[in-house]
């Protein structure tokens, strides 16, 4: 089935950086476009990023534009994020997600990686 | 940049109601809208997209509505497993997830 492990998450010092990583099996990858998806802790879901399946495209919000970078290695089955000058409002749960086909924007989640930006 | 709206904010409901959830979409995002379902500690859960499919595994008292601007999810008879968020999410301009309708027990 289709399975996706987000890592890299934890403590970091505002201003530093961290990478998420998300590793994807069950599929193939290659052939889809994957989301970074966050919910900051008694907040709402809140869409970051989007890349395509062979990483031609790259959609941000503008509260992380400059300052996130979103790719992905086809080779790996792995999706990354790349997050630096890191805010305290960057504090949430960061989930990896699959685009699903052209009328489903998302269908399949991982379980979530905290990242906790504190001093 | 488009702004989604929900009512309610919060809902208390027994099992057995039918239950409405409305989103509002600051201009048109024709049918690419989908509801999610989100429990604490568990991933988000697809339920309906393109404002009225089922998503396959939904369960069936699960439906959607709308078009436009105007969107509704409607559970026909609540199960206990029901009591959740709820989050709307327009991909017609890019993405945006709506504010989030919680549901509890009455």
């Known amino acids: 089935q289709v399975q996706l492990v987000e890592s890299g998450g934890g403590v970091v010092q505002p201003g530093r950086s961290l990478r998420l990583s998300c590793a994807a099996s069950g599929i193939t990858f290659k052939s889809y476009g994957m989301h970074w998806v966050r919910q900051a802790p008694g907040k709402g879901l809140e869409w970051v990023s989007y890349?395509?399946?062979?990483?031609?495209?790259?959609y941000y919000v503008d509260s992380v534009k400059g300052r996130f970078t979103i790719s992905r290695d086809n080779s790996k089955n792995k999706l990354y994020l790349e997050m630096n000058s890191l805010r305290d409002e960057d504090t949430a749960v960061y989930y990896c997600a699959r685009k699903g086909s052209t009328m489903i924007p998302i269908d399949y989640w991982g379980q979530g990686a905290l990242v906790t930006v504190s001093s | 940049d488009i702004q989604m709206t929900q009512s309610p904010s919060a809902l208390s409901a027994s099992v057995g109601d039918r239950v409405t959830i409305t989103c509002r979409a600051s201009q048109s995002v024709s049918d690419w809208l989908a509801w999610y379902q989100l429990k604490p500690g568990k991933a988000p859960n697809l339920l309906i997209y393109e404002a009225s499919r089922l998503q396959s595994g939904a369960p069936s008292r699960f439906s959607g509505s709308g078009s436009g601007t105007e969107f509704t999810l409607t559970i026909s008879s609540l199960q206990p497993g029901d009591f959740a968020t709820y989050y709307c999410l327009q991909y017609h301009w890019g993405y945006t997830f709506g504010p989030g309708t919680k549901l509890e027990i009455k």
């Open positions: 890349i395509s399946y062979d990483g031609t495209f790259e």
